[in-house]
């Protein structure tokens, strides 16, 4: 977390150092609370403003969900770059780059305003700082989205300027495992289309381990940089007149104009209604400069017919509206119908099982009168056997008789 604080503001004075100080700076960044949305960076552009290098600051956030930023598109070029050239080292690398530049030493800009910071909390949440001078002092707005209201801190993030400048931080690579990466650039030795590559990689490695590789100096470039008071204004020029005239035409909004879309059909009822309109005025004029009665009052009614067009869209399906509509009808008439039946087919099966069940009570009386005699005299010629003491068949008749 050094690392990255103190590369992200160093950087920002770098930008500062090569670029024209306006009063007023917007920093666009995304929600990484390692490197941006942090503490130290809101503390560091409050100095900013209290040193009067800028008289106003704007830091914005996107929503969450919403954190890619314009320059994640220059990604894409450098990967497309990639699958045309090869690159094997870092001065290679460099060269496909659009404007690379080196990284000298970093400040520990984090450990420097460390013992002088106030404590913050929820500071995640806001979407949008303003850091604003107003005469000796710096009061500090933040708000959600776009759409609310500024609120102004209570206090100061940094109520003071640190005394002299930070320490330079020293690069780590106890991290790096040298001596395998090492033997992973011999295994890959035969893969190197230049023969510069496998030296250039044996160096970089060597000065790593030895500790002999060489950063660029960078000097703490707060101090130099102009105020606010020592820039000079800018007179106002008068602009031509032509470049006036192309600036009016790019802003100005023309007024949009409606128009209801009139058919011949219409523009001809509407001429002979105006047409009767003026006669009869013209004849009751004529009749009251006569002297004549206008006789009785007549009630004149105007029929109005609206002419609803019919664009060609709703032409090409209204007979399929009118179809389907028709079949709905034929459907409900036809279900309608089966219901009818239905219902006097149950009625008829109502009245065939009542039947049936007359016919059943009918049989089933006969029947059971029929088993009881049947049964009486198998009993009794059984039980007439039984006594009889030799085995002879006994014929007997049964008759039966209605």
Known sequence: ????????????????????????????????????????????????????????????????????????????????????????TLPELFDILPEPEPIGKVYDVKQWMQPYLSSLEKISFPLHYKFERNQDKVNIFYKGPHYNDWIQMEDSILPRKPPGKPMNLTPDYTRINVDRNIKQVEQLKQLFKNENSFDFWNQFYKAIKDNTRQIPESSWILDELPRQGDIPTIEETNIPSHLKDIISKETTVPQVVVRRKITSQSKQQTAKRKQTVKRKKQASVNRSKQGKPNGKRRVVTVTKTVIIPVIDEVKRYIWL??????????????????????????????????????????????????????????????????????????????????
């Open 1 to 88: 977390m050094h690392f990255s604080v103190g590369f992200e503001l160093n950087h920002v004075l770098s930008y500062l150092q090569e670029n024209v100080l306006p009063p007023t700076l917007y920093i666009q960044a995304d929600n990484c609370g390692r490197e941006n949305k942090n503490k130290y960076v809101l503390a560091f552009l409050e100095l900013l403003v209290a040193e009067n290098i800028f008289r106003e600051i704007h830091l914005s956030f996107l929503y969450v969900g919403h954190t890619h930023e314009d320059v994640d598109a220059a990604f894409s070029k450098v990967s497309q770059k990639l699958k045309c050239v090869d690159v094997e």
């Open 321 to 402: 509206w009118i179809f389907i509509f028709m079949m709905n009808i034929a459907v409900s008439i036809l279900i309608l119908l089966v219901m009818m039946l239905l219902k006097c087919l149950c009625s008829v099966l109502a009245v065939l099982l009542y039947i049936h069940d007359i016919w059943l009570q009918t049989i089933n009386m006969h029947i059971g009168t029929l088993h009881a005699c049947t049964h009486q005299i198998i009993h009794a010629c059984t039980h007439q056997i039984k006594r009889m003491s030799f085995h002879a068949a006994i014929p007997f008749q049964y008759v039966e008789t209605y």
